[in-house]
């Protein structure tokens, strides 16, 4: 990849905090950077405040990767698809908020709900997965994402609870492969799949937890695995069928999301990547359509640009971070 120089690269950006409608990951807003090359495309760097520089730099190869554009050509890797249809993400709320919450992803079929909260007990999941079930319907698909947050038994017991709201498949109900393996095993009688998402990519070896045979699916998240190219090179070496989902990125980084899902041949799970709807206010101008997600070019509306503006020390920290990330690429 043709990297540009530190000029270049922070020769035109915008950091901003974007609020967030219902508490996410622990967050109530959102920062993240969005980059323009003198292309006129943008691109985003949205690695997690927490993210040391080693883990936030591929975040930044795939901005660098959208906003000069970069992308496969047509003869390299073809494209499959221009609609992608996309699936509602229920952050880990009260079983009675769930019809709100969901509402606001206008049409879909496809529901993934947050469990294993630190905090909340199994109960809470099972309120939430059947308010969920209840909401879509029995021709609607549930599936969860525990985030690493069992431990094998633990796993097992609150799978075997929540599998009578027939799961599509359960996304990292543990931490490491080694359980990932085991649940799968224990499992497997009952017909779940076992998605894996952190263990691709924050994985020195994304494609190690399919080799070891511990998932069924993987997540694939194109800003943390370092761009569309980088992205569809571990699909081709794992060999698993893929679930395209966002790293909670504005709409500017959801397009290189698009970008990588209308490369892939078979993509037979609805995507994580409608989750702007998140977001109280979005960066561009024009939302996109969270029931198919279609390509647009990702501008940024620069009056919604300086409302959300952070504030000097943090537009600093940032500009710093993109320059250390930068060097390491
Ligand atoms: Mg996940």
């Known amino acids: 990849m043709r990297l540009p120089t530190v ?18 990951r622990g967050l109530d807003v959102r920062e993240t950077m969005l980059i323009a090359s003198p292309l006129g495309r943008w691109g985003e760097f949205a690695s997690f405040p927490e993210y040391d520089d080693a883990e936030s730099a591929s975040w930044l ?10 992308l496969p050509s047509i003869e390299e890797r073809p494209v499959f698809r221009d609609v992608v249809r996309t699936n509602a993400t229920l952050p880990a ?22 469990v294993a909260e ?13 308010a969920a079930r209840e909401f879509v319907g029995a021709a609607g698909r549930v599936r969860i994402d525990a985030n690493g947050g069992w431990n094998v038994d633990e796993a097992e017991h609150a799978i075997r609870a929540l599998e009578q709201f027939d799961i599509e498949y359960v996304e990292q109900p543990c931490t490491s492969v080694d359980e990932l393996y ?53 699909i081709d ?32 799970y609805d995507c994580g990547i409608a989750t702007n709807v998140l977001f109280e206010q979005d960066i561009t101008p024009e939302p996109a359509n969270f029931a198919i997600f279609t390509a647009t070019p990702g501008i940024v509306d620069e009056k919604t640009a300086e409302e959300l503006r952070v504030s000097p020390e943090r537009e600093q920290w940032w500009r710093d971070r993109a320059v250390r990330c930068l060097a390491l690429l």
């Open 182 to 234: 085991e649940i799968r095993t224990r499992v497997h009688g009952l017909g779940i799949s076992i998605a894996a998402d952190e263990s691709v990519r924050k994985a020195a070896d994304p494609v190690a937890v399919a080799r070891a045979g511990a998932a069924d699916i993987l997540v694939i998240k194109v800003a943390p695995l370092g761009g569309v190219r980088r992205a569809l090179n571990i």
């Open 93 to 114: 709320v009260d079983a009675a908020d769930v019809a709100l919450v969901l509402e606001r992803f206008g049409d879909f079929r496809t529901v993934k709900v947050k």
């Open 237 to 268: 070496e794992a060999g698993l069928p893929v679930v395209v989902s966002s790293a909670l990125e504005s709409s500017i980084g959801l397009g290189a999301s698009f970008d990588l899902a209308m490369r892939i041949e078979h993509l037979d």
């Open 7 to 24: 000029d270049e690269l922070l020769a035109n950006v915008r950091v901003v905090a974007l609020p967030m409608r219902t508490r996410f």
């Open 118 to 130: 630190p905090g909340q007990v199994l109960a809470d999941d099972i309120g939430r997965v059947r």
């Open 61 to 70: 190869s795939c901005a660098i990767e959208q906003a000069w554009n970069q």
